[in-house]
């Protein structure tokens, strides 16, 4: 079964405080938009704390506490009240149809409105807008026209897809809005959008794709990182 | 003061919820000298100087006084909280952009499809068990764990210290979180 979540070393690494920026990014959305993976991280996070309540204390500088109690007062910022246990959130009981609303992680970089966004045309049905986050990875959303596909390819890496809207298929697989796919080079794939909206994905590239497909031989020297 | 105080998961949110409702300065007292040095240790643990450790951890105190309304004993242990508040607060040094928390109002937080039984089940009692599952682990395994936890460590970099083969770190590290979901499966933590 694949559980499209992230996996396993990545929640740990995030949890731990040292994934990333680009696959920081990935684990935040992934954790607004899909429940089960917000609980995997929890359960991570959950050592954390175990691990911080063992660990042996540390000697603080003398003045430590009275250093930090006079900041108490500038501390102006109010603490939103947790919601009630057992309430929904505002009227946001529906996955994301258009794209919106996006996880806080995606809004602080892009805002909130994905058709403002400086998309660029790659080949038909097929839109992308890198994004501007440190490390060596190529950050983009993409954006894939209903019915259509990406054009066959493979990887020299890894691929990260996480669908923020609509849905796209690959092979007997289906992803919808919150579902994560990690694809290498053992892969030699064409996703294709399904339903009836553009499938808009966050994905994360380490190294450029190979186009595999007959026109994309061609292309391949067009489509670099 | 003394830093051998210890502080059982009840009390410590009670001191919360007494920071949260009544900005009780005393019950400040109390959190800070039991979590500033062990965030401290943390920090130093992941590699950061003694002063920046220190700064960061008074920075994460002054945090957990700010948002001791929003802590949520039904998500997560005081001790839990306060770990990702000092973590968010060290990688917010690192980088670029602040880290968000998970915000509660986020409008695209998709909500459970069944609003958890298990919710009701105190966090703290959930982490109590996750506890108990981590100290019964063989010590070979608990310590794969805190390698990988608290030292960024890769994978290689753990066997290399370990001087054990890469493959043997990694199927210890696999067993380990196996078990540690195992315990927190009862209620509905991880199937997988
Ligand atoms: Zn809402
Ligand atoms: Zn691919």
Same mark, same amino acid.
């Given at each position: 079964?694949?559980?499209?979540?992230?996996?396993?070393?990545?929640?740990?690494?995030?949890?731990?405080?040292? #994934?990333?920026?680009? @696959?920081?990014?990935?684990?935040? %959305? =992934?954790?607004?938009? /899909?429940?089960?993976?917000?609980?995997?991280?929890?359960?991570?996070?959950?050592?954390?704390g175990v691990?911080l309540d063992e +660990? *042996?204390?540390?000697?603080?500088?003398?003045?430590?506490?009275?250093?930090?109690?006079?900041? @108490?007062?500038?501390?102006?910022?109010?603490?939103?009240?947790?919601?009630?246990?057992?309430?929904? *959130?505002?009227?946001?009981?529906?996955?994301?149809?258009?794209?919106?609303? #996006?996880?806080?992680?995606?809004?602080?970089?892009?805002?909130?409105?994905?058709?403002? @966004?400086?998309?660029?045309?790659?080949? *038909?049905?097929?839109?992308?807008?890198? +994004?501007?986050?440190?490390?060596? =990875?190529?950050? %983009?959303?993409?954006?894939?026209?209903?019915?259509?596909?990406?054009?066959?390819? %493979?990887?020299?890496?890894?691929?990260?897809?996480?669908?923020?809207?609509?849905?796209?298929?690959?092979?007997?697989?289906?992803? &919808?809005?919150?579902?994560?796919?990690? %694809?290498?080079?053992?892969?030699?794939?064409?996703?294709?959008?399904?339903?009836?909206?553009?499938?808009?994905?966050?994905?994360?590239?380490?190294?450029?794709?190979?186009?595999? &497909?007959?026109?994309?031989?061609?292309? /391949?020297?067009?489509?670099?990182? | 003061?003394?830093?051998a105080l210890l502080l059982d998961p009840p009390t410590q949110a009670l001191l919360i919820q007494?920071?949260?409702?009544?900005?009780?300065?005393?019950a400040?007292?109390q959190l800070?000298r039991y979590f500033?040095?062990r965030?401290?240790?943390?920090?130093?643990?992941?590699?950061?100087?003694?002063?920046?450790?220190?700064?960061?951890? !008074?920075?994460?105190?002054?945090?957990?006084?700010?948002?001791?309304?929003?802590?949520?004993p039904? !998500?997560?242990s005081v001790s839990t909280?306060v770990?990702?508040?000092?973590?968010?607060?060290?990688?917010?040094?690192?980088?670029?952009?602040?880290?968000?928390?998970?915000?509660?109002?986020?409008?695209?937080? !998709?909500?459970?499809?069944?609003?958890?039984?298990?919710?009701?089940?105190d966090a703290s009692e959930?982490e109590e068990r996750?506890r108990r599952?981590?100290n019964?682990?063989?010590?070979? !395994?608990?310590?794969?764990?805190?390698?990988?936890?608290?030292?960024?460590?890769?994978?290689?970099?753990?066997?290399?210290?370990?001087?054990?083969?890469?493959?043997?770190?990694?199927?210890?590290?696999?067993?380990?979180?196996?078990?540690?979901?195992?315990?927190?499966?009862?209620?509905?933590?991880?199937?997988?």
């Amino acid at each position: 079964m694949t559980s499209h979540c992230a996996p396993d070393e990545m929640l740990l690494a995030y949890a731990a405080g040292w #994934l990333d920026e680009p @696959l920081s990014l990935v684990v935040e %959305s =992934q954790a607004a938009l /899909n429940p089960e993976s917000r609980k995997r991280l929890a359960a991570y996070e959950a050592i954390g704390g175990v691990l911080l309540d063992e +660990l *042996p204390p540390a000697p603080l500088c003398r003045e430590a506490i009275d250093r930090t109690l006079p900041r @108490l007062d500038q501390a102006a910022e109010q603490a939103v009240p947790h919601r009630p246990a057992g309430t929904a *959130p505002c009227g946001c009981g529906s996955r994301p149809r258009d794209g919106l609303p #996006l996880p806080a992680s995606l809004r602080r970089l892009v805002g909130s409105d994905l058709a403002a @966004l400086p998309w660029k045309w790659r080949m *038909p049905g097929l839109s992308e807008v890198v +994004l501007q986050v440190g490390g060596g =990875q190529r950050v %983009s959303l993409v954006r894939i026209a209903p019915g259509r596909r990406a054009p066959r390819h %493979s990887h020299r890496g890894h691929e990260i897809a996480l669908v923020l809207a609509g849905a796209f298929q690959d092979g007997t697989e289906t992803y &919808g809005a919150g579902d994560l796919q990690i %694809s290498d080079g053992t892969v030699d794939h064409e996703p294709r959008a399904i339903g009836d909206r553009p499938c808009i994905c966050l994905t994360v590239l380490d190294a450029a794709v190979r186009l595999t &497909g007959p026109f994309g031989r061609l292309l /391949n020297p067009f489509i670099r990182g | 003061m003394t830093d051998a105080l210890l502080l059982d998961p009840p009390t410590q949110a009670l001191l919360i919820q007494a920071v949260a409702e009544r900005r009780d300065r005393e019950a400040f007292g109390q959190l800070f000298r039991y979590f500033a040095p062990r965030v401290k240790s943390y920090l130093l643990r992941l590699g950061a100087e003694d002063g920046l450790a220190e700064e960061i951890a !008074q920075e994460a105190m002054v945090a957990v006084w700010r948002k001791a309304a929003s802590f949520d004993p039904a !998500q997560a242990s005081v001790s839990t909280w306060v770990f990702t508040i000092a973590r968010n607060k060290r990688i917010d040094g690192l980088r670029r952009l602040r880290r968000p928390e998970l915000d509660p109002e986020d409008p695209a937080l !998709q909500p459970e499809a069944r609003p958890a039984a298990d919710r009701l089940l105190d966090a703290s009692e959930r982490e109590e068990r996750l506890r108990r599952a981590l100290n019964t682990l063989p010590e070979e !395994q608990a310590e794969v764990i805190r390698l990988a936890f608290f030292e960024d460590k890769a994978h290689a970099a753990i066997a290399s210290e370990t001087d054990l083969p890469l493959g043997t770190v990694k199927s210890r590290l696999r067993l380990a979180l196996t078990r540690l979901r195992r315990a927190l499966a009862a209620d509905g933590m991880d199937q997988a």
